[in-house]
């Protein structure tokens, strides 16, 4: 592999899932955040061969910070065009992180909860009370609040990794692709 | 931001539900873009906290628990209960030897029954995997002319001869889909797009769909017409898959 193409294989390695994480979350759009994902990794990528950037240690903050640069232009762009009614274009693919697994997963996680534990996690994520208003409400501890959100969270975690260690993952890849032999 | 101060501030569910203050919320994301464990955290606390949102909360809540009925028989009733029970096990046993005599077309019925059911999970199946093709393609941004992404399913050999694909003006995105063969089940894949001897795409970091197979997006711009190859390499190994196609504008 050369030089360029293990720089790609190791930033895509490292940064790709985040910054589509990230995209995901702000612009709500599968197919945008991996936009957003390639176009980060092409300026970071510049920027490392342009010198830019001596210190690895400052690399995952240069990364963020460029994917938030790369976000707030896709805003800007978006809050430009021409109303939707306007464009013949495919509606974006929004994608919830809920999927199949998850939801095999939280039925485990609910069949082996308690009424009242189910209680908490309704108020705190359903009505989203603060953990002390939960607690005086269910009459136990703020601390018995905690405690049960973080059993679930654990006992989630576990079903998930369970289940996900069992079958294959994922979905379209989209990509610029690298046109090599180019000196950008 | 420090991994004690993420705990206890308990700052990745604040993250999460939106709740950290701008400089809070660019200071735990600069630590999980460099942190393994915390960007683990917070996939994982997204993932539950849109799943508890989303769980029918009222269709698991158990039910109060149903007392069970207290069946008080008086005494005159005992002779007709015994009968009745008596007309149970007759008409039990007749069942029995009926069931022994039609056996055979029983067995013959459901053997029938299970091909059926075979042949509707086969049709099923290559139903699912059509379905998963378009929403592949269609999980790309269409090109505002056509409003259809053209998609091209490539395979190692085929005995109609190179596959070709019309690639309409004002695409922005070829659509491949890949099927690795079965020897080369790595978890990571290279695709390379050659036109002639240049490399015209390179795309790292591949994984596999829940279908096995590898679905990828190619920008339009780097397709002119003419013959390409794209090879499929394990990352950072060896090639796996070696494909053939033509592209017509």
């Not at chain 1, 534990?117 to 359903?126: H, N």
């Not at chain 2, 378009?134 to 085929?158: D, K, N, Q, W």
């Not at chain 2, 001869?161 to 290279?190: C, F, H, N």
Request: proline share 5%; glycine share 6%; net charge neutral.
């Amino acid at each position: 592999m050369t030089d360029h193409e293990q720089l790609v294989s190791t930033l895509h390695e490292r940064f790709a899932s985040r910054i589509h994480f990230l995209a995901r979350r702000e612009l709500r759009s599968q197919a945008v955040a991996e936009e957003v994902c390639h176009e980060t990794l092409l300026r970071v990528m510049q920027a490392i061969r342009n010198g830019k950037l001596q210190d690895e240690a400052a690399l995952p903050g240069f990364v963020v910070g460029t994917a938030r640069n790369v976000i707030m232009e896709v805003r800007r762009k978006e809050s430009r065009t021409a109303p939707l009614g306007e464009r013949d274009v495919a509606e974006d693919h929004q994608e919830s992180p809920v999927d199949h697994t998850v939801r095999k997963a939280m039925q485990q996680v609910f069949a082996k909860l308690k009424p009242r534990e189910r209680e908490v996690l309704q108020l705190a994520y359903l009505e989203e009370l603060p953990k002390e208003e939960i607690a005086a409400r269910i009459g136990v501890d703020p601390e018995r609040v905690r405690l049960v959100k973080s059993r679930a969270l654990r006992s989630f975690r576990d079903f998930y990794e369970r289940l996900t260690n069992n079958s294959p993952k994922t979905s379209l890849q989209t990509g610029r692709g690298d046109h090599l032999g180019e000196d950008r | 931001m420090t991994h004690d101060q993420i705990e206890r501030g308990e700052i990745a569910e604040l993250y999460v539900r939106g709740r950290l203050k701008d400089a809070d919320r660019a200071a735990f994301e600069e630590h999980y873009f460099g942190c393994d464990a915390c960007f683990e955290e917070v996939q994982r606390l997204e993932q539950f906290i849109a799943g508890v949102r989303e769980m029918d909360l009222e269709s698991i809540v158990e039910p109060a628990p149903v007392p069970a009925p207290v069946i008080v028989m008086p005494v005159w009733r005992q002779p007709a209960f015994l009968g009745a029970m008596a007309a149970c096990l007759a008409m039990g046993v007749l069942s029995g030897w009926a069931l022994l005599v039609d056996r055979a077309r029983l067995t013959q019925e459901v053997a029938e029954a299970r091909r059926v059911s075979t042949d509707a999970a086969t049709r099923l199946q290559m139903a699912e995997r059509e379905l998963a093709m378009r929403r592949a393609a269609a999980a790309v941004p269409a090109p505002s002319l056509a409003g259809s992404l053209p998609l091209l399913m490539l395979e190692a050999t085929r005995a109609d001869g190179v596959p070709a694909i019309e690639v309409p003006a004002g695409s922005a995105a070829l659509a491949l889909w890949l099927e690795p063969p079965p020897a080369a089940d790595a978890t990571r894949y290279r695709l390379e797009v050659l036109h002639g001897n240049d490399v015209v795409v390179m795309l790292p970091g591949l994984r596999r769909n829940s279908y096995g197979a590898l679905a990828v997006s190619v920008p339009a711009e780097k397709l002119t017409a003419g013959a390409y190859r794209a090879r499929l390499l394990v990352d950072g190994g060896a090639m796996v898959g070696d494909y053939r196609f033509q592209v017509t504008r």
